[in-house]
């Protein structure tokens, strides 16, 4: 298939070769839009088109993407396409060859990367407008600066300080001393009214906590909101509800055990009456009906309509109907007063955040764009004309992730004129911005993205003659690939409706729309379908579920790499080849199961390297080599002192460090514990030698000989995937040298901020696969950008209905607000709260996540599904009831009856066990004692 018979060729084209107006380009996953972007910026520079335009030099065009990565592919990309341009313009074209010939030397000056390094240049311009000092550092992620500022206001609250800690800042934030006092009653009744100080994470979904509402509060300091007026609280109206349900228990016929339940729950509440401040009987009502049992009609409620009607009221509400429940009810008029005084401390909150990053001397991310935004919108002294006659163009990659600020700052930039107050009265200049996006692929509301920014910065400009085009043809996948999506996708996302709007805005959700099969040899089956079930269980649960099918994945890798007949198209040639484990990404939308897949991989000898979220610091051996730095910086530190004598540094059991406190009369007197006393002072030793040359040098030689000097290196080098681990190992060290030159901490220092991180993982990527032929577990997100030949889906027990992991606060520019913690909920507006509608957005975005997932895909997609139980799961829905040759269903991996695929799997050699003592030399030990 040639170029020019592609379906959107002519969209192609345009694309490259306007000038006169600004573009505005729909990508979708796969279609070379990179390779458009870069096309176009060298049209921009070098003009091949007749007549030809006046050429812009790349040192005066912008190219902003979303990640590091990406803005540094994107530059190796221009490069590239500038050298094989320059080498196929023929000699005799001196002007042409001469614009190629100075922007290639431009590249490394040229304005190409995210939007914050892209703020950051502009604002180290001009320091003095933009209030900051000229060598600010910038912190990235923010997590310990917000946790931080979490803990300066819970415990100066606590202890009645919070005026004098926020005192160097109140002025700057217009916050007076009877403001701050207020915020701090707010947060010890906050306290007192039982609610979490930490937010407490499950397998579920988050249980957010006063640091997670600091945290919501940071992240929309940008978005101004009134605060509202100090409620009273409503003492009577909360105890006329409680009567209120009493009465109706009593009027419950029934007599089973849920109808006794509630029945008991009557006393509970009268104690709760007689509470005499708000405080105290919302205390004690979230104590007495927030944790209820979870009942069932048939073991609960057996022959008793009315009590089970009733529990449903009482636990669930009638959602059709908006209708909440009366667990919810309850807790409503005091919940409403608290939260309604929580929202009133967003400024002390943010108060105190500035005051923390002053006490370190630093900006985050998120500032960059403040700090920029406020200067281009007040314009003082001519501020954004200066920042305009840096640029003639600028183009954004990855738009719909953007952020509201962004696109603020960018529409300003490209301002005909300085005359706006606000972005969304600038009129644009007619060809100087190109933004490129697919709202299919917005997944990152929680860094701030936006889709319905993305939606009015599109309507904005297509309103001002911007050029529209969509890109449709597939480079990735194979054609039976690309029309599975156009097949099953619709079902994830929804169909365009008939008015041909391809975004609902109120909703969040972003229409998939069909892609085009591409110039790629076909191939079948390219959808690998593994049902599961567990005979031995008449249900199917998730814990279950997931053991059940990470055995059946690790015995899948190791089938299609070592049986199968699959041949992929070699990344490099294109070359089609045998598939190897380096081919194949295991993609997981939250990691927290993930352990359970890797211990099945480790079990049947299949290499891996997991990258993304926390999983780098939960994997159990980099925990252990913490713990073992940590027991050489700090003697009083008793769990990583117990963890040095254990594996992997030595295998030592309690019963040898008791040996070695024994007098020596009492170890003479068996060999056994003599032998016992002898590795113990062995170990103590080392560690004494250890913690004495610690200083001597980086603090990576220092961990470096605490790998190699005990049994660490030598263990890790023999387990399932220990070149990897190893790798992993080798990292810390890098982490620990970074840390002291980053921060001026020593050895002590660097290792007990690796102490924390043990207690809180903060995310951070794993090496990469050592040999190449490793198979990458990586999150979702980490996956966007990328493409591999297999592409594998973990947990096919996912609902597509799950709970979100939504924020407790939500603010809007229009003033509406709320907030909603457990047993709490309050907001500026009646009804459907703004907290619910970002979930259902949000729920909007984890279907989208699929859509990106799957479309990694080059030649296979691979589909677990569980084959019993109810077919509401996300697996159900991209791969039930397929038929065809594209698509092989294997056969059902049932426990106990593997089927013939798997049955014929090895598993590897084990490792042999580590003991640590015997039973005996415990006895004796005792004895001696």
């Known amino acids: 298939m040639k170029k ?58 912008a190219a902003i993407t979303f990640t590091r990565k990406a803005a540094g592919e994107l530059q190796l990309r221009i490069r590239q396409a500038l050298l094989e341009s320059l080498a196929k313009t023929p000699p005799q074209d001196d002007a042409r060859r001469s614009l190629l010939a100075t922007a290639l030397g431009e590249v490394d000056i040229a304005f190409v990367g995210t939007i914050h390094s892209f703020s950051d240049r502009l604002l180290r311009m001009r320091p003095v407008e933009a209030e900051i000092s000229p060598s600010y550092e910038i912190i990235d992620p923010e997590d310990p600066v917000v946790a931080e500022t979490a803990e300066l206001l819970l415990t100066s609250a606590e202890s009645g300080l919070l005026p004098e800690a926020l005192t160097p800042v109140m002025p700057s934030h217009g916050l007076s001393r009877a403001q701050v006092e207020e915020a701090q009653l707010t947060i010890q009744d906050y306290l007192d009214a039982g609610l979490r100080a930490e937010t407490q994470t499950s397998e579920h979904s988050p249980k957010p906590g006063f640091d997670a509402l600091v945290r919501a509060m940071v992240i929309q300091r940008d978005v101004p909101f009134p605060r509202p007026e100090v409620p009273k609280p409503p003492l009577d109206k909360a105890r006329q509800v409680i009567r209120d349900f009493i009465r109706r228990i009593d009027a419950l016929p029934g007599d089973s055990e849920g109808t006794r339940w509630f029945k008991n729950l009557r006393s509970a509440l009268k104690e709760c009456l007689e509470e005499e401040t708000p405080i105290a009987l919302y205390a004690s009502l979230r104590r007495t009906i927030l944790f209820a049992p979870k009942f069932r009609k048939g073991a609960n409620f057996p022959d008793d309509p009315e009590g089970w009607r009733f529990w449903k009221e009482f636990s669930a509400g009638d959602k059709k109907n908006e209708v909440a429940p009366l667990q919810e009810i309850l807790l409503a008029p005091l919940g409403g007063w608290l939260g309604a005084r929580l929202a009133r401390i967003a400024p002390a909150v943010v108060a105190a955040y500035e005051h923390v990053k002053a006490r370190h001397e630093c900006v985050d991310q998120t500032d960059l764009l403040i700090k920029l935004r406020n200067i281009l919108e007040r314009n003082e002294r001519g501020i954004r004309a200066f920042y305009q006659r840096l640029f003639d163009h600028i183009l954004v990659d990855e738009f719909q992730d953007t952020d509201p600020l962004q696109a603020e700052i960018l529409f300003f930039l490209a301002e005909d004129g300085q005359s706006a107050r606000r972005w969304d009265e600038v009129q644009l200049t007619p060809g100087r911005l190109t933004i490129v996006g697919d709202p299919k692929q917005s997944i990152y509301r929680f860094r701030r993205a936006d889709i319905v920014t993305y939606a009015d910065v599109r309507e904005r400009m297509t309103g001002q003659r911007a050029l529209e085009r969509r890109l449709e043809t597939n480079f990735r996948s194979r054609p039976s690939l690309v029309g599975y999506y156009n097949e099953r996708l619709p079902d994830l996302l929804g169909k365009p409706p008939e008015n041909g709007r391809s975004f609902d805005r109120e909703h969040g959700i972003a229409f998939y729309e069909d892609l085009a099969p591409g110039p790629i040899e076909d191939a079948s089956p390219v959808l690998h379908v593994l049902p599961y079930s567990d005979p031995e269980a008449a249900k199917l649960y998730a814990g279950r579920a997931r053991r059940i099918e990470a055995e059946m994945l690790a015995r899948y890798l190791r089938w299609l790499k070592d049986e199968s007949s699959l041949e992929v198209r070699d990344r490099e040639t294109d070359q089609t080849r045998p598939v190897e484990f380096g081919d194949i990404a295991v993609l997981a939308q939250t990691t927290t199961n993930l352990p359970l897949l890797f211990r099945a991989m480790e079990r ?148 007990s901020c690796l102490r924390d991180w043990i207690d809180s993982p903060v995310q951070m990527d794993s090496p990469a696969p050592v040999s190449g032929q490793a198979v990458l577990v990586l999150t979702i997100h980490q996956a966007k950008g990328l493409e591999f030949p297999v592409v594998v889906l973990w947990d096919g027990f996912a609902k597509l209905g799950a709970r979100t992991d939504g924020s407790p606060w939500k603010v809007r520019r229009d003033g ?48 677990p599904m569980p084959n019993q139980g109810k077919k509401d799961k996300i697996s159900h829905v991209l791969a039930g009831d397929l038929t065809g040759e594209t698509v092989l269903k294997m056969e059902e991996f049932r426990t106990g009856d593997l089927p013939k695929w798997a049955a014929g799997v090895s598993e590897a050699p084990a490792f042999p066990e580590i003991r640590f003592g015997n039973a005996r030399a415990e006895k004796e030990l005792r004895e001696a004692w």
């Open 4 to 61: 020019d018979k592609l379906p959107d060729s002519a969209a192609r084209e345009a694309i490259v070769r306007e000038r006169s107006r600004n573009v505005v380009v729909e990508a979708g996953a796969g279609t070379g839009k990179t390779h458009t972007l870069v096309n176009r910026i060298l049209e921009l520079i070098a003009p091949a088109s007749s007549p030809h335009p006046h050429p812009l030099p790349l040192s005066r065009i």
């Open 816 to 863: 509406n607000w709320a907030i909603q913690l457990e047993g709490l909920k309050a907001g500026s507006k009646a009804g459907r709260s703004l907290i619910e509608q970002e979930r259902a957005i949000e729920k909007e975005e984890k279907k989208r996540l699929y859509y990106v997932a799957a479309t990694r895909a080059r030649d296979l997609l691979v589909v």
């Open 604 to 751: 049947f000898g299949i290499p891996y390297a997991a990258r993304g979220a926390t999983l780098f610091l939960r994997e159990p051996v980099i925990r252990q080599l913490i713990l073992g730095l940590r027991a050489v910086a700090d003697e009083s530190d008793g769990i990583a002192q117990a963890a040095f004598f254990r594996p992997p540094f030595f295998a030592i059991d309690l019963a040898d460090v008791i040996a070695g406190r024994l007098e020596e009369d009492d170890v003479r007197r068996s060999p056994r514990v003599k032998e016992a006393a002898s590795r113990a002072q062995e170990a103590r030793e080392l560690l004494h030698a250890l913690r004495k040359s610690r200083f001597e040098g980086l603090p990576s030689q220092a961990a470096r000989r605490l790998m190699e000097e005990t049994a660490f290196a030598r263990t890790l080098s023999l387990l399932p995937n220990g070149s990897q681990k190893l790798a992993a190992a080798r990292e810390v060290l890098f982490i620990l040298d970074e840390l002291v030159a980053r921060e001026g901490i020593d050895f002590d220092g660097a290792t």
